[in-house]
């Protein structure tokens, strides 16, 4: 049984004053971003979207350029957050149906160890807020995963349209009641359809009043914002706030909230033992133009393998362990928060579970070029497009998304980029170095030689 190695992390704390009493162990808040490109933020070089609060969260705290994601569409990449693991790892990837639908059977499996588990196990109290997306079937919504709370929406705010109206108007014009979608307090229906025009504030609102609950306690928020994946929605007080349109009113919001929460933090005398991480799930939604976000000088978008649809924004904040104005061009990722907290905890997870994060700790603690990992894997549904060995990149097969005319093209040999000089991904040099292009495809047989993928979740649908 899982749980019997759990119960003992609830005895492990994460070390001793000189008095001999326990230390409480940090707070965590992951405030995660839907579809939020890497070049959106004002800190990340964005001219007309005005972020103030989160360029000051990266001067207060740690701006890293090479942080990814798990993969590059909603479900998967927040599979691969929760449990350290890529996601062809736990059975959450797929090459039919990338994502979980209101019609999905299943989700992520039982057997899957979270990050609130483990944290839960060691008297955290835990909330998940916001977004799930990990599946809305009784046997894994959130509760099931190791959070104590939950308030949000089942799935993508773009699921469960009302068919009845042409999909382009709601996009182009969108209102509330084009989606019958539920939002949830735990397992209750407290509105239906949800009034997404409010869920930034609410879903913050939220976070806040369990930070306030559970102050005397550490405690692990996972807030995943809706925003800013279409149907975009936005508050009316931020309703024409930016230069950017409906997009960047929209991320303007979730940047005036993210101030609440350390607003809160400072209130509270919080921020000294609270670690908060803001990051987006995956790329911008390139092929909804205007209302779709930007990957600033990457190529590519959501749903793809070149680097503007899996490295993201990425913002440490922790006043008293990071040093304020802090940057890290280390290769991190969201898979590297479990392992963080366990090293911060001194906890562990038994042998057969294989994690492909990493500690960030010396990264957080002040070594800022250190190096968490030598090696990336890309992957597309349940199939590696590319892998990546320090400074170079290959593409193994390149595809667009979310376009009727996307080609898929497969290298051989593979397409090979130094991401140090050509971040953009512009120059193919696998003629100048196939020295190299040999030792990444070795390390990819190594790989894929220790996957040992559970069995696909994606797939099967309801019978209806």
Not at 60 to 71: C, N
Not at 205 to 216: G, N, T, V, Y
Not at 261 to 274: P, R, S, V, W
Not at 422 to 436: L, Y
Request: aromatic share 10%.
């Amino acid at each position: 049984m899982r749980r019997f190695w759990l119960i003992g992390l609830a005895l492990v704390l994460a070390g001793c004053s000189t008095g001999g009493d326990a230390v409480r162990p940090p707070n965590l808040i992951v405030i995660f971003a839907d579809d939020l490109g890497y070049g959106d933020l004002g800190v990340y070089g964005h001219p007309t979207i005005m972020t103030p609060r989160l360029d000051r969260m990266a001067q207060e705290g740690l701006k890293f350029t090479q942080f990814y994601t798990a993969a590059s569409v909603c479900t998967p990449s927040r599979a691969g957050l929760l449990t350290g693991r890529l996601p062809i790892r736990s059975g959450m990837a797929s090459d039919n149906r990338r994502v979980l639908f209101p019609d999905s059977r299943r989700g992520l499996p039982p057997e899957e160890i979270t990050l609130a588990e483990v944290l839960k196990e060691q008297g955290y109290a835990t909330a998940a807020i916001g977004k799930w997306h990990l599946g809305h079937m009784p046997e894994y919504t959130a509760r099931r995963h190791g959070f104590d709370y939950f308030f949000g929406l089942p799935y993508s705010n773009d699921m469960d349209r009302v068919p009845s109206l042409p999909a382009r108007e709601q996009f182009s014009d969108p209102k509330s009641e084009y989606w019958d979608l539920t939002l949830l307090r735990n397992e209750e229906v407290i509105e239906r359809p949800a009034r997404q025009e409010t869920l930034t504030r609410r879903y913050t609102e939220e976070a806040i009043a369990f930070l306030r609950q559970h102050k005397e306690d550490p405690f692990f928020i996972y807030l995943a914002h809706s925003m800013v994946h279409v149907p975009l929605f936005r508050s009316e007080e931020f309703e024409g706030s930016s230069r950017r349109g409906l997009y960047g009113d929209a991320v303007e919001e979730m940047d005036f909230t993210v101030g609440m929460i350390l607003d809160a933090l400072k209130e509270e005398g919080l921020e000294g033992n609270t670690m908060v991480v803001f990051t987006s799930d995956n790329g911008p939604w390139l092929v909804y133009g205007e209302q779709g976000g930007s990957s600033g000088l990457l190529h590519g978008g959501k749903g793809m393998t070149w680097e503007g649809g899996m490295r993201v924004p990425g913002i440490a904040w922790w006043p008293g362990t990071i040093a304020p104005g802090s940057v890290s061009p280390s290769v991190t990722s969201t898979m590297d928060l479990l392992p963080t907290m366990l090293d911060f905890t001194k906890g562990s997870l038994p042998d057969s579970v294989t994690l492909d994060g990493a500690s960030l700790r010396p990264i957080l603690e002040g070594d800022t070029e250190a190096e968490i990992r030598n090696e990336y894997y890309y992957y597309r549904g349940a199939t590696l497009y590319a892998a990546r060995m320090g400074k170079w990149k290959a593409h193994f097969v390149t595809e667009w998304a979310y376009r009727a005319d996307s080609e898929r093209t497969e290298h051989d040999p593979p397409a090979l980029y130094d991401l140090d000089l050509d971040p953009e991904e512009r120059f193919n040099v696998a003629e100048r170095h196939p020295d190299i292009v040999t030792q990444i495809l070795a390390r990819v047989e190594r790989h894929r030689a220790g996957l040992n993928p559970r069995p696909n979740q994606l797939e099967e649908r309801i019978d209806r």
